[in-house]
T-cell receptor
Framework: SQTIHQWPATLVQPVGSPLSLECTVEGTSNPNLYWYRQAAGRGLQLLFYSVGIGQISSEVPQNLSASRPQDRQFILSSKKLLLSDSGFYLC????????????FGEGSWLTVV | GENVEQHPSTLSVQEGDSAVIKCTYSDSASNYFPWYKQELGKGPQLIID?????GEKKDQRIAVTLNKTAKHFSLHITETQPEDSAVYFCAAGLVRGSQGNLIFGKGTKLSVKP
């Protein structure tokens, strides 16, 4: 069966510091991968999605970036965090074989102080 | 692009009562409508989904209905239990071939009082 791992689970970072959140998917190949952000009390905002290695689409302009160095690895990064980057970040995957249903990881809480 | 509206934003029911959450969408090309349940501090979990060739789908106490003409779909939870308390998200999108993307509603916080 497929599993998704996301880390770290919680992170407290000072303004201006870098960020790296990592996500890996197991049990499937060539998945679509996604990064979503969920601000407190709000819905899910798609930040990036990827249909293959090195193929990244950005949905919202911001100071975040994403990379996909391997088929089942998706990384969310920032060179300099802003206070407004605080939130709950969710990695997700989907495949055509799984009906294109999106499955989420457990999320990473980021607090920028 | 697609836009999804979800109502109500909060819902409080007594244990054993039914709960209904409604969503509307704007893009008539959307063909996939999942519902997710999110417990505090966790990622959303898929609970039921429906595709545009089906009008209703049931899974035990949970059912989803879809009206493509009116572009709305609803989640029905019967005989609610305290463990149903969570935030529920609807989503809509066009799933085609190997690609698909979803637009999510803003969520409904459901509280089931014992």
């Amino acid at each position: 069966s497929q599993t998704i791992h996301q880390w770290p689970a919680t992170l407290v970072q000072p303004v201006g510091s870098p960020l790296s959140l990592e996500c890996t998917v197991e049990g499937t190949s060539n998945p679509n991968l996604y990064w979503y952000r969920q601000a407190a009390g709000r819905g899910l905002q798609l930040l990036f999605y990827s249909v293959g290695i090195g193929q990244i689409s950005s949905e919202v302009p911001q100071n975040l970036s994403a990379s996909r160095p391997q088929d089942r690895q998706f990384i969310l990064s920032s060179k300099k965090l802003l206070l407004s980057d605080s939130g709950f970040y969710l990695c997700a995957w989907s495949t055509h074989a799984a009906g294109n249903t999106i499955y989420f990881g457990e999320g990473s809480w980021l607090t920028v102080v | 692009g697609e836009n999804v509206e979800q109502h109500p934003s909060t819902l409080s029911v007594q244990e054993g009562d039914s709960a209904v959450i409604k969503c509307t969408y704007s893009d008539s090309a959307s063909n996939y409508f999942p519902w997710y349940k999110q417990e505090l501090g966790k990622g959303p979990q898929l609970i039921i989904d429906i595709r545009s060739n089906v009008g209703e789908k049931k899974d035990q106490r949970i059912a989803v209905t879809l009206n493509k003409t009116a572009k709305h779909f609803s989640l029905h939870i019967t005989e609610t239990q305290p463990e149903d308390s969570a935030v529920y998200f609807c989503a809509a999108g066009l799933v085609r071939g190997s690609q698909g993307n979803l637009i999510f509603g803003k969520g409904t916080k459901l509280s089931v009082k014992p």
